[in-house]
């Protein structure tokens, strides 16, 4: 038991500034603050924008957060845009601590609870970049593809938008064929259940899968 | 805080029978074992082989590992052989609850940890069983290759095998250009940093990974 | 002409126990059968459940097929379940004699006849187990998908069944664009000629190809 | 029992002009002439070069063998050269008779014995050539690579070639990891046996393939 | 400057005997001409076929370009048929003088456009074609499909086919999810500023692009 | 001729603040400066580290290629650095103008040249990045690998650098089989002859190809 040493704390960086997605990325992650376990921290960006649509977004926040983590003393980071803007240049800048991208473990876990996967997107710009990003993972044999709600992140924190996420999950499993649905924005937790729900297939929430994945990684380095 | 419940379990079953190597496991995933999380028990099955060499090895324990988890109430389950044997066939028979498989979860953090990942395997029939097991999770793009010690699970819990473990993972670094190294057994956990230390490349240890997993999914299902 | 040695024997082993299924592979490789060529010997799997539908239901055969052929004195056999069920390991039993899965087979003569294959499953559990299977195959690229009728295997061999194959044959064409389609299961040989016919690409009937494959395995060895 | 009928006839053409290859696979496919089978004729092509070793050698005998196929009235046919010229041409050419490559059958065979294949090579022009066609099939994953001997068509067919044969077979094997190794040339067959002993994997010779795959075809169509 | 050299040659080949096709890419490629750029010269072949639609059309015409580049004293060549007929023997025919196919550089150039090209095509049986080279190319990750118009080169170059090119783009576009298009024959210029305007993704002409390679690749020898 | 207009303009920008590259990329493109064609400016980035060695440093370099790409009234860009950083964020600023990277383009390029194209690279940094990119591209299928100079890009552009860069040009070509090499940083231009001469196999200079592209694009839009 790792109790004698300070106790571990895990950053989650929201990279866009919208309150609201950073409150709703806190409150997804909420079941995995465990007593002897690290401290779950969340944050928002304040150099973010509003929310992370085009390339240019993605691209703007790489050096802020790049330069915060340098800064930070925290044991892990979770980078909670479904970009992961910066992933590989922050993992330089952590100097051998982890960090955890919201795409690359809500993927992962994708992959142990079905055979192909779907994303759904926030835009159709978004779903150029998820198709980057999957063919540099190399899962493309794994991904069904993407679908998109034509929202913002802050939008789909927000009750309105369940509909529609269920409309693009359902697109997703009927059309390409997905058999395991990734949701492709931090804010959307508090749809994850409905959705499942409703279209019949696991539906995955990404923050809450990088930081159970960043515990991991604190214990077994303590 | 998911503390008023009763608390949850991970069934980890080395489907060998070697005792050695059940209490390699048991000691590998001590750190991941912290109060308010999981329970975190592991077994060996008492009708596996002494060692899974051949596919026959791997294939015997699948019914019998069927039939374990569909009679256990643990809330989830970790097969703790690197053939992930019966891994689909479990996952049927456990009605839902998270099953994780140790080469899967190895590798998809070995995905997260380099470029190319490569295995140290116990013998060129894992190898076979290991390019097939990589082709089927559709990852080759990512595959360095396999290394055999020429070796059995009992052994490689052992002190003695050391430099042959250290020297496969050296030969996976400089010959298919690896940058991350699984370890390919459930027993070798307790070499993992001094290889890591002699190579130079992170080296995973599949079992701590899959039992780490089990414990996000435990608590994101509470 | 190699006349003057004992008449070979290639075992050609339903693993389910349904005897019209059994039935329906003997008449399928009747064409085969030829003065001077083996002797083909189309058996069930006593311990066999009566379809293969779930994970389960093929991971079961596995050890009764290994035991099976271990002590037969065939000269080769063939697998004759869509699943190819334990088909490495039953490799391993025959001790160097040939051992033809009818997947396996059925999947590559199709890889000669068009561009993209598409599968008729039997269900979504079937389809799941395919897109593992062409995965470990390693053969993606030509894999246009499969499509479920919804049925046993039993009832494949029957004459009602014929609309819903035609139709699912049709939709592999159509949608996923499939050029050539392969029969999912062994008992479908009579609907061969009529899919064919009504949707105007190459059909495969994969238990045909297995066993020609055995032929001249058989022959080559001699 | 399809004895009533005219006896079938597959035709095997070599497309090079050399006697000594034509002879030599006339010999490899001996084992495949059974009395209830077809009949197995083999045939060099007049207007072929004396070995085909660049790209324009390969492209020299299509519309040779176009016109060849389209006015014979064999069952089926066979290309016997490992480049598979105008396999698709004439597959139109032959009006829906089947048409088999030596190339396309030695690889399939060889993927039902190993996890990678590698192919021994006339020379380093082949191998790109090798390279492009294992692409064109979608077979990468399972590729090892080609090895090249240095030689024309009608040495393989000689007795001296046999070190140099073995020695690439033993290259494939050690380097790239081959665990299958397919003759990258018709004219070989009387080496297959000595490699196979000699480099302990198994040895694949195209031709005995294509014709073994014939036969099936035949007796299908019957 | 490279002024003071002889002015250097690009011989663009239109594989088909259609004046129409061949009238169509001299003038597609027009913008291309400059003062101090490469003469830009454009022929037809005379004996090819009016149209490449089978793959004995596009065979047909290999040795006659081999024969063709090798007398012609150009300093760089274009293939102006989208099968890229005998481009590799044609390759070694020019002696190192650079050698262009329109697929392989429409194709090359689309990936700079977009994540995902489809392919107008003529016929179902280009469709196949194509599959095929752009497997040989090893592009399939980024392939979206074909779309047939069901026409011949010369009916493209007409003012006719319009309608039906923009709606083959369109389906390519909403269908298998293109995000940008080539056109798939060398005729067809004419209609791509509106094919373009009317799908609202980038749309190639593979004549330009190769013409445009050409020159670059003459100027670097210079 | 498009000769009544302006000017076209191409600008090339070296992202690093290395004179000494700037300059080796300006002699580099000469060859494509010609009458009646675009004009060719290569400048530096003032805010560019002295070499783009760490993720940090190449992503420092987006935000500032983006701004500056913004404001410029060129007719097209090209990205002098082998990372291509930035190059979507920067084709977003430049408005539907033509923006080309010299890594993606020296890899098309070279896509033409030869199977398996390898890449000298600046360093082991450099290597794990073009790993990443080359999946991106979803180009592994003809990808040999990359070989480290251990360099900076300053260095590469002297002439004491050409032994080590002849050593790695041979090394790729002899190990993991390139058939091609493509030179994976900007200032190499002049080292390239040379090179090609000693190692066998073609080498691209990836400046010059993406500035030829460039001047391909800004015609076809006159």
Redesign the interface.
């Known amino acids: 038991?790792?109790?004698t040493m300070t106790r571990r704390r895990i950053l989650t960086i929201n990279p866009n500034s919208s309150a609201a997605v950073t409150a709703a990325i806190d409150e997804a992650v909420a079941?995995?603050?465990?007593?002897?376990?690290p401290e779950i921290v969340v944050v928002g960006l304040a150099e973010g924008p509003p929310s992370i649509t085009?390339?240019?977004d993605?691209?703007?926040v790489?050096?802020p957060l790049?330069n915060r983590v340098a800064r930070e003393d925290a044991d892990a980071f979770v980078l909670a845009c479904f970009s992961d803007p910066?992933l590989?240049?922050v993992?330089?800048?952590a100097g051998g601590r982890p960090v955890?991208g919201i795409a690359?473990?809500g993927i992962?876990?994708a992959?142990?609870l079905?055979?192909?996967f779907g994303i759904i997107a926030l835009s159709p710009q978004s779903i150029?970049?998820q198709?980057?990003?999957v063919?540099?993972?190399?899962?493309?044999?794994?991904y069904a593809?993407s679908w998109s709600v034509g929202a913002s992140a802050a939008e789909t924190a927000g009750a309105d938008i369940r509909g529609r996420l269920i409309e693009a999950g359902r697109a997703l499993v009927t059309q390409p064929?997905a058999?395991v649905v990734v949701m492709g924005c931090a804010g959307m937790a508090s749809h994850r259940a409905a959705i499942e729900e409703a279209i019949g297939v696991p539906v995955v929430e990404p923050a809450?899968?990088a930081v159970?994945?960043a515990?991991?990684?604190v214990?077994?380095r303590?």
Do not use: C, K, Y
């Not at 063919?135 to 794994?142: H, L, N, P």
């Open positions: 038991m790792n109790q079941p995995l603050r465990i007593p002897g376990g085009s390339q240019r993605a691209d703007s790489v050096m790049v910066g590989h240049a993992r330089e800048a955890m690359e473990w992962l876990r992959l142990t079905g055979e192909r150029r970049r198709q980057r990003m063919r540099q993972m190399g899962f493309e044999a794994r593809g064929g058999d809450q899968q159970a994945a515990i991991g990684a214990l077994l303590a």
